[in-house]
């Protein structure tokens, strides 16, 4: 596995409760974005891993 997509959720939701509690709209505003940022890496590095179930890396033979 390249990457860690339940790992990056977790942050996404992390950021997006964090951004529930900001006072200040500027910071509501940077959290809702790294929400969707993390939410987006979340997203590639699961079509990765997708692409590299379906198209295995063929191993070479073990020489003798």
Not at 5 to 29: F, T, V
Not at 55 to 62: M, N, S
Request: glycine share 2%; hydrophobic share 40%; charged share 30%.
């Amino acid at each position: 596995m390249a990457g860690d997509s339940k790992a990056c959720r977790e942050n996404a939701l992390r950021c997006a409760n964090l951004a529930h509690e900001a006072r200040s709209p500027e910071l509501k505003m940077t959290l809702v974005n790294l929400s969707q940022n993390w939410l987006k890496l979340a997203i590639e590095l699961e079509q990765m891993d997708k692409l590299m179930d379906d198209f295995p890396v063929p191993v070479p033979p073990k020489r003798r």
